[in-house]
């Protein structure tokens, strides 16, 4: 028997998910703690009454995205790294809501919503206990598409997973930070 499973990553999650993510492949982390708010941008859609589909659609996305980095690598290559993780924050919004949601990942082209659970599945066989990878694709009408809320915004796992984001972020971008910080709280001037 199937079981599905619903997720409703928060915003907070988006954007903690992203630069995280990003985090170990990044030379400059300020790029990543001034823009990684794009993360929470395709909910916007909500407002348009659309929620998980104008704003979360792979045909919405895939274009923005595209134009973005090569407008950068040929224009500005100094924001090609910029526009790459702006297009990384959006895709990997869709990606985060997919697995466990539905997202209607090919509006306006086919109007309906889908939704992929990735879980490992513990089966007990009698004489042990044996773990299953199972993979679930689900669709759904659009009309089904519940926009329910996008979770609480101040969940306590929410913040740790953001203070966790923060520290690591700030720790890369500015190394000497907390031993600075340290040196002047012990001999104020
Ligand atoms: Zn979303």
């Known amino acids: 028997m199937s079981r599905q499973v619903t997720l409703m990553p928060s915003l907070l999650e988006h954007i903690a998910f992203s630069g995280l993510l990003a985090l170990p492949l990044s030379k400059k982390p300020k790029w990543i703690l001034g823009l990684c708010w794009v993360a929470a941008i395709p909910d916007l859609d909500i407002f348009l009454g659309l929620h998980r589909a104008a704003f979360h ?33 959006l895709l990997s919004h869709t990606l985060f809501d997919f697995l466990g949601g539905f997202v ?36 759904a009408p659009l009309t089904e598409v519940t926009a329910p809320s996008t979770g609480l915004l101040l969940a306590p796992f929410d913040v740790v997973f953001s203070l966790i984001f923060l520290t690591l972020t700030i720790n890369k971008a500015w190394p000497n930070l907390w031993s600075s910080l340290r040196s002047r709280l012990r001999s104020p001037t």
């Open 57 to 89: 659609s792979l045909i919405t996305l895939l274009p923005v995205c595209t134009v973005l980095v090569i407008t950068a690598h040929y224009l500005r290559p100094t924001f090609f790294a910029p526009a790459l993780f702006v297009s990384f924050c």
């Open 104 to 139: 209607a990942i090919l509006w306006p082209l086919i109007p309906a919503s889908f939704q992929l659970n990735i879980y490992i599945l513990i089966v007990n066989t009698g004489t042990g206990l044996i773990p299953q990878l199972v993979i679930e694709p689900f669709i």
